[in-house]
């Protein structure tokens, strides 16, 4: 487990296990190789297929990537030329041979979370699933769920802290409330993205092309539930956390200079699987489904429940309820 | 067409050729672009890992100077308004440069921008046609049309004004004075668009405020004309080009109306933030006072309000403003007080405490301010140069072989 959440470390910060942003699994630092691809793939050299990876010259620049065209306007051959140039790239950076694919809104679905507060205990595990399923790096350590620890009694999030690392959760007099995109019906970060490289699905999930974000980071400043991240460096992530489940929407390795974000997984929940936070909760806080389906259980809390919203007042029309029960 | 060639080489040959002065100030010059473009280049290597910005602060340094040069480049109406409106000839003879400032402002607020994105090489996603502009939704998409339209407005004006006088022709007014007047509105809109920008954003209670678009036009009424000031007596000094004392006095007049207004809406905010006393709050009590022991923000505010209120009181108070010194003083009071205070006064607050109520401080580190120093340098670099030829222009000292100066200009004071 993760003792602490520090999003971002000083370039100059030495490598090894400073800053609380070591991974306790033990893996090395790769210090030299962080932010250089090729010799990220050299640095892994315990994986041998690495080592083949380096020579391919990926240091030309890439046209093709630099001139590929938004993800709604491509046609299916020219996608799928895409995903395998992008799965040789993390092939190369990685060594690992990833799939990546595209799976497609569902029919008359619209997914919701919903989080029971009752039963949440702070345990964080969703964090580090959610980490492992979506590829998100170590270094600088990037996250997508963030759990707020707060004092009964009050809801007062300047007050709380994510930093929280005590021996055993839960603390008494304390209850936990985990943040992750909320998936807006009205979202404010897809209406600030100037290129229109975010938007949301028929199903509700709002996604990012990753290929075509400028990284001006205005939705980052837009979006009131800070469920956006920021690509600060180049993609570094060892090989043996690579999840070669990707989607092109969701998972896959994110280039750097972009913003990306939580995507209900929908790589998993598009073919029917739970998001891998949802799995993971040891504690069955977590709930989610199709709330256009009358018998799904979200859509039997957010009927029966008494579920709230956070800051409701902004009119985003979450998909995400929070309810004690 | 041949002429237009001729035309470019001369320009650029005033450009080169010069006195030591000048030499020495555009080598200068040359050396801070230099770093700032290395600066960019590293940026762009590492990713933007190497700025102290982060998740919870993601805008930094950089959008502070986009905010404040929007400003500058809006502030030429200080002198297109009664330059075209009500006809002060004091004032037209300088129009030009006055375009030229915003020209180069704006070209400077791009830059900002470019240097900012993560994704530089992908800036052509913007380009409707090819890319995808987000209009009407995105307020960002709205600022690259403004700024756009600002530019080539500004850049068609003086150059086509310039290219008569070159010529000796008189300039035919439908030409650019139909733009002239939409670049006056123009000024007021990119001003606008980029506070509602930040205004737009229900996430940040303390941007999301209806007085920050007048803030931003007063604010910039006020530091354009004190930055007029300290230029033009540069000018003065340096060139052939006379500027009338009547012009000066005329900022100064805008300046007794632009800074009191400035500092009353200065005022309305902070009643606003601490009689209601909310938690949206918060990222006011973090710029004047600090919030939960981060304190970064507050000496900077309370010195730039320092700074805004004593140059008010030299404007405002005759025996005062008559004395040169002082009043040169305030104007570079006026110029330091409102960069602070629009630029990091409001960008970096607007972050702490992030929505979730996390609280992570931002200072620029020395790359930032590198970069930025870079972009301002190449701003007065392209302003020096632009000006030298502009006045060469005007004065009759640049014009086409054979061609008569119209209407010579005033002579000035040799």
């Known amino acids: 487990m993760k003792k602490s959440l520090p999003m971002f470390r000083e370039p100059e910060a030495s490598g090894g296990c400073g800053g609380g942003s070591c991974d306790s699994d033990g893996h090395e630092d790769h210090d030299e190789g962080r932010r250089d691809f090729l010799r990220m793939a050299a640095g892994a050299a315990a994986v041998g297929v690495a080592a083949t990876a380096t020579g391919c010259g990926g240091e030309k620049p890439d046209y093709e990537e630099l001139l590929q065209k938004h993800y709604r306007v491509m046609t299916d051959d020219e996608k799928k030329r895409v995903f395998a140039r992008l799965e040789a790239k993390t092939k190369a950076l990685t060594g690992v041979t990833v799939h990546i694919s595209d799976p497609q809104p569902l029919e008359g679905v619209h997914y919701a979370y919903a989080l029971n507060l009752s039963h949440c205990n702070g345990n964080r595990r969703c964090v580090e699933a959610c980490a492992r399923e979506n590829n998100l790096p170590n270094d600088p350590e990037m996250r997508y769920i963030r759990v707020i620890e707060l004092d009964n009694g009050s809801q007062h999030l300047e007050k709380g802290t994510v930093h929280y690392a005590p021996e055993k959760v839960p603390q008494k007099g304390k209850f936990y409330l985990p943040v992750q995109c909320h998936q807006c019906d009205n979202p404010p970060c897809v209406r600030a993205c100037p290129t229109k490289a975010t938007w949301k699905e028929p199903d509700g999930i709002v996604v990012v092309d990753y290929n075509w974000c400028i990284g001006c980071r205005y939705c980052q400043a837009a979006c009131p539930y800070h469920a956006r991240r920021f690509n600060w460096v180049a993609p570094s992530i060892e090989p043996d956390r690579v999840n070669p489940n990707q989607g092109y929407l969701s998972n896959r390795i994110r280039p750097v200079g972009v913003v990306e974000k939580c995507t209900f997984c929908l790589h998993r929940t598009r073919n029917g699987r739970y998001p891998a936070c949802y799995e993971v909760c040891p504690t069955g806080a977590r709930k989610f489904g199709n709330l256009a389906d009358p018998q799904s259980e979200v859509r039997k809390i957010v009927e029966n429940k008494r579920v709230w919203i956070l800051k409701e007042e902004l009119g985003t029309e979450p998909r995400f309820f929070y309810f004690y029960g | ?414």
């Open chain 2, 1 to 414: 067409m041949k002429q237009l060639i001729i035309y470019f080489l001369r320009m650029g040959l005033c450009a080169i050729k010069g006195s030591r002065t000048y030499y020495v100030w555009m080598a200068t010059l040359l050396i801070f672009i230099v770093m700032g473009g290395l600066e960019w280049a590293h940026d762009i290597r590492e990713g933007l890992v190497v700025t102290n910005m982060s998740d919870h602060v993601s805008w930094g340094i950089g959008i502070a100077n986009f905010v404040y040069f929007v400003g500058v480049a809006a502030g030429a109406a200080v002198l297109v308004v009664p330059a075209y409106l009500f006809h002060r000839e004091d004032i037209k003879e300088l129009v030009l440069l006055g375009e030229m400032l915003a020209v180069v402002a704006v070209s400077m607020c791009l830059l900002f921008i470019m240097t900012d994105v993560g994704r530089p090489d992908r800036l052509w996603h913007l380009t409707p046609g090819i890319g995808f502009l987000n209009i009407p939704s995105s307020l960002l998409s709205w600022d690259v049309i403004v700024f756009t339209g600002y530019l080539l407005m500004n850049l068609w004006i003086p150059g086509y004004l310039l290219f008569a006088r070159y010529r000796g022709k008189k300039p035919t007014a439908m030409a650019y004075l139909p733009f002239v007047f939409l670049s006056m509105i123009w000024a007021v809109t990119i001003h606008t668009v980029t506070a509602f920008l930040l205004s737009g954003l229900g996430s940040r209670p303390f941007w999301n405020t209806p007085i920050l678009a007048p803030r931003f036009l007063i604010s910039a009424g006020a530091s354009a004309p004190a930055l007029l000031i300290l230029l033009f007596t540069v000018i003065k000094r340096f060139t052939k080009l006379d500027v009338k004392q009547s012009v000066f006095d005329y900022f100064l007049y805008v300046l007794k109306i632009a800074m009191p207004i400035n500092l009353f809406l200065v005022g309305c905010e902070v009643f606003q933030e601490f009689y209601t006393g909310s938690l949206h709050s918060a990222s006011a009590y973090y710029l004047y006072f600090g919030l939960h022991g981060h304190s970064m923000l507050p000496k900077f505010i309370w010195t730039a309000l320092t700074f805004n209120i004593t140059a008010t009181i030299i404007f405002l108070v005759p025996q005062l403003r008559r004395i040169p010194k002082l009043m040169y003083t305030a104007c570079g009071l006026t110029v330091v007080g409102i960069w602070t205070e629009k630029g990091m006064g409001l960008v970096f607050p607007g972050f702490v405490p992030n929505p979730l109520g996390e609280i992570e401080e931002y200072a620029p580190n020395a790359g930032e301010i590198i970069l930025c120093v870079g972009i301002v340098a190449l701003g007065a670099f392209l302003y020096t140069a632009m000006a030298k030829i502009t006045i060469a222009i005007q004065t009759g000292e640049l014009r086409m072989k054979g061609s008569e100066p119209e209407a010579p200009a005033p002579e000035p004071a040799e």
